[in-house]
């Protein structure tokens, strides 16, 4: 599995940069008063690097109740954390103390504040000055390369990779980053090489094996992707992302309920609300993959009331969001703007950064604009749409722009103004199967048959992870693949 935030925030994918005794100029160094809290850091670097975050938290506890300073345990303990509230207060923690660590852990933990605040040029400027700072640090590039994987910058993702590789070929991380971003460019040998190599390197890691059977999984080779999987929880039956792999494909074969038995397997298991709330978003997921959306509306509340218990404000806006969703693909569009008036609000309310808050209120405009979109309101829509652009254009993020794209091409679309609505999609997340479906029903208003088949048979063949905008539109994506 990909590193990646799970909590309502724009895609950002961790790694820790590593402790040297070398030279400035070749590693960055880290700044503790404890050796001690050094080497559990270190340990649960390596643990958080293979994606064993549980196991992480407790190396980053005891490294920050050694050096109460450790700026980069709490970074560390932060991404690994179970919880939103978890993840905000360790980052801030880290942020506050940027003032007594090296320049390169500055750049690193500045880098990071900026992407979590939608600031991903921004957190490409740090990296870049990271690498700069530190060229044979492997784990700078690997962190760079994240940074372009999210932007979808593909090519310069890869090439960072490789020189992460090239530093050190025993370094683990970048060979499962490289098989990832061979995907989108259809390059599924090399994918399939960079983790083989990745299980070679760790073969009683789980991760590797979990990271092989998502790839089987986007192939649609499902029964070999469960098999891998399984391989997984063989070496670790804890590991999360596996129980969610083995799920997608049940859910693709049409076995639904096998899937969700998949799921209360985790949420019994399940080791902390984290897990018991990821069990309950999968299984939500699961059901919208039904058509059973009302069914979905009950675990998602459930996933509400877990985060609620620990009054933890920011996952329940991100459940609130969740629910305008799914009550938006129901045609319950005043439930919808209620629920997403609600997810602001809550996230006003919420212990994380105002320019935080200020990217939840700006995805406002464009779930409003949406509504209106659907109602008609047309000229309503666009000056949603307006406000959206103007305010994604001042944080420069280009997976915001990317959704403005996406509602842009609905208004036209909506409009009838159909060539224009396709160039506008085209703009817009094309790593996103809901766009790809939309983009298919736009070339069947134009009578442009194979387009619209071939963006069908792609929305429909997505074959991601269990993903709510993927099961929004895969069945429908098959039934009109198959009228037409």
Not at 388 to 395: P, R, T
């Amino acid at each position: 599995m990909k590193s990646s935030m799970k909590i309502f925030l724009p895609v950002i994918f961790i790694l820790l940069l590593n402790y040297s005794c070398s030279t400035q100029n070749e590693k960055m160094p880290l700044t503790t008063n404890s050796e001690e809290a050094l080497k559990e850091y270190i340990e649960g670097r390596n643990l958080a690097e293979n994606l064993r975050g549980l196991e992480a938290l407790a190396y980053f506890k005891n490294a920050i109740e050694l050096d109460e300073n450790f700026a980069m345990a709490y970074v560390g303990f932060a991404f690994n954390n179970p919880t939103a509230k978890g993840f905000f207060e360790n980052l801030n923690k880290a942020v506050s103390l940027i003032d007594k660590v090296s320049e390169g852990e500055r750049t690193y933990i500045l880098g990071v504040d900026a992407g979590v605040n939608g600031h991903l040029h921004l957190q490409q400027t740090y990296f870049e000055q990271l690498v700069n700072m530190y060229p044979g640090d492997e784990r700078a590039h690997n962190f760079l390369g994240n940074n372009y994987f999210a932007q979808q910058l593909f090519p310069e993702a890869i090439a960072q990779f490789q020189k992460a590789i090239k530093i050190n070929p025993d370094y683990a991380a970048p060979y499962n980053s490289l098989g990832y971003a061979y995907r989108p460019l259809g390059k599924f040998d090399k994918a399939e090489e960079a983790f083989k190599n990745y299980i070679d390197l760790i073969p009683d890691d789980p991760n590797p094996y979990d990271s092989y059977a998502e790839l089987m999984l986007k192939m649609g080779e499902f029964d070999k992707s469960i098999m891998h999987y399984e391989k997984a929880l063989e070496k670790d039956n804890n590991f999360v992302a596996s129980y969610l792999g083995i799920a997608a494909n049940l859910n693709y074969k049409g076995e639904y309920d096998g899937a969700r038995n998949k799921l209360n397997e985790l949420l019994t298991s399940a080791r902390n609300d984290g897990e018991r709330r990821t069990a309950l978003n999968n299984i939500a997921i699961s059901y919208v993959d039904e058509g059973k959306l009302d069914k979905a509306i009950d675990y998602i509340k459930q996933q509400y009331e877990l985060a609620e218990k620990f009054n933890d404000k920011a996952a329940m806006s991100n459940d609130l969001a969740l629910l305008g969703n799914v009550y938006y693909e129901m045609g319950e569009l005043e439930k919808a703007f209620d629920h997403y008036k609600m997810s602001v609000e809550m996230a006003d309310a919420a212990e994380m950064s105002n320019e935080r808050k200020e990217n939840i209120r700006l995805l406002h405009f464009y779930n409003t604009g949406s509504i209106a979109m659907k109602k008609g309101s047309i000229d309503e829509a666009k000056n949603k749409c307006d406000e959206f652009i103007a305010g994604v254009k001042e944080i420069n993020n280009p997976n915001q722009m990317r959704l403005a794209r996406q509602l842009s091409g609905l208004i036209l679309m909506k409009e009838g103004n159909y060539e224009e609505a396709a160039r506008e999609l085209k703009r817009a997340n094309m790593q996103n199967p809901y766009n790809l479906f939309i983009l298919a029903k736009v070339y069947k208003e134009m009578d442009s048959t194979d387009l619209a088949k071939k963006f069908l048979s792609k929305a429909a063949n997505f074959y991601s992870l269990p993903n709510l905008q993927y099961a929004f539109v895969r069945n429908k994506a098959n039934q009109m693949l198959s009228e037409l």
